[in-house]
Nanobody
Framework: QVQLVESGGGLVQAGGSLRLSCAASGNIFNLNAVGWYRQAPGKQRELVATITSGGFTNYADSVKGQFTISKLNAKNTVFLQMNSLKSDDTAVYYC??????????????WGKGTLVTVSS
C-alpha cells in the first residue's frame, strides 16, 4: 500500500502562487510515476502534471509554462509549483501515484486532495 498526503492548498488572489506538496509513504518501491490531478466544481477530474521515476515530466496544455512539477527523492515528496494563478485553477488537487506490482501490473493510489481557491 502507498499513502499519499497532499498539503499546501489554500486561498490565493489571482496572479499569486502556491506550492503543493505530496508526501508518499508505505510501500513506495517501484513507483512508476507520480502526478497531480484536479477537479473543479461540476467538472471531471483532469490531469495537471506527472513526473516519472526517471524525472520525465508531462503537463496538461492548460498549465504549460504556468505550473512546474518536481520531486525530492530523499523525502519521497513531489511538488507542484503553481504561478500566475487564475480563477479557472480553482479546484481540489489530488496526488496520484502509479506503482508497478509484479504479477498485477499497474496500481493507482490517490490522496484525499487539497483545495485551491483563487479569488479574482
Amino acid at each position: 500500500q502507498v499513502q499519499l498526503v497532499e498539503s499546501g492548498g489554500g486561498l490565493v488572489q489571482a496572479g499569486g502562487s502556491l506550492r503543493l506538496s505530496c508526501a508518499a509513504s508505505g510501500n513506495i518501491f517501484n513507483l512508476n510515476a507520480v502526478g497531480w490531478y484536479r477537479q473543479a466544481p461540476g467538472k471531471q477530474r483532469e490531469l495537471v502534471a506527472t513526473i516519472t521515476s526517471g524525472g520525465f515530466t508531462n503537463y496538461a496544455d492548460s498549465v504549460k509554462g504556468q505550473f512546474t512539477i518536481s520531486k525530492l527523492n530523499a523525502k519521497n515528496t513531489v511538488f507542484l509549483q503553481m504561478n500566475s494563478l487564475k480563477s479557472d485553477d480553482t479546484a481540489v488537487y489530488y496526488c496520484n501515484a502509479e506503482q508497478i506490482v509484479a504479477g498485477f501490473g499497474a496500481m493507482d493510489y490517490w490522496g484525499k486532495g487539497t483545495l485551491v481557491t483563487v479569488s479574482s
